[in-house]
């Protein structure tokens, strides 16, 4: 079973909503991601967990706040969002860093 | 800056033609490749997987990889009309701080016509 899942499915929200997306896997997975994509662009990395430590920041703003409560769990804080930000957001897992990724089906992410 | 290369198409075959898709990456010391595909409003899907020269095959599948020439493709054989989609190639890093960082190229989109 090769799972990632993701809620919610979509979200609506305002600029000065506080709002969390979440993922779940149970492969065993030790790496977890969160991606950012845009219409007709490929997917954008924002941040890495690697056995449950933060290992990369892609310089993402701190209106996007990752967290990993254990290793099936992961999820992104979203703060005082742009209606730029608006996109489909992606988490995926993999057994180590270096392995492939497997996406969930991603939270379609509107703010107005 | 580390790039992946692909044509972005659109690559347009006839249903039970082979379809090949290509691309190139720049970092040389890149450890494992990977195509995935999308479909227009889903999630990537990862379909191929490959680490070391030569060719992998998996069904209508055959990712093909020469480090030499930086170059990984991926071929799809009898393509069906639900082949068409957009691929993705994407390269892992061998290491250091960008371990686990997938660059992705800009992907192709491929028609199958019956």
């Known amino acids: 079973d090769t799972e990632v899942t993701q809620t919610p499915k979509h979200l609506v929200m305002g600029m000065t909503n506080k709002k969390s997306l979440k993922c779940e896997q149970h492969?065993?997975?030790?790496?977890m991601y969160w991606y950012k994509q845009k219409a007709k662009k490929p997917p954008e990395l924002m941040f890495v967990y690697s056995y449950e430590k933060l290992s990369i920041n892609e310089s993402v703003p701190s209106r996007f706040s990752p967290e990993c409560p254990n290793s099936s769990l992961l999820n992104l804080h979203l703060h005082a969002l742009q209606p730029e930000d608006s996109a489909l957001y992606l988490c995926a897992s993999s057994p180590g860093p270096s392995y492939e990724q497997y996406f969930g089906p991603g939270t379609r992410l509107t703010v107005t | 800056q580390k790039e992946v290369e692909q044509n972005s198409g659109p690559l347009s075959v006839p249903e039970g033609a082979i379809a090949s898709l290509n691309c190139t990456y720049s970092d040389r010391g890149s450890q494992s490749f990977f195509w995935y595909r999308q479909y227009s409003g889903k999630s990537p899907e990862l379909i191929m997987s490959?680490?070391?020269?030569g060719d992998k095959e998996d069904g209508r599948f055959t990712a093909q990889l020469n480090k030499a020439s930086q170059y990984v493709s991926l071929l799809i054989r009898d393509s069906q009309p639900s082949d068409s989609a957009t691929y993705l190639c994407?390269?892992?890093?061998?290491?250091?701080?960008?371990?686990?960082?997938?660059?992705f190229g800009q992907g192709t989109i491929l028609t199958v016509h019956p």
């Open positions: 492969m065993g997975h030790r790496a």
């Open positions: 490959i680490y070391s020269n």
């Open positions: 994407a390269v892992n890093p061998d290491g250091g701080t960008s371990y686990g960082k997938l660059t």
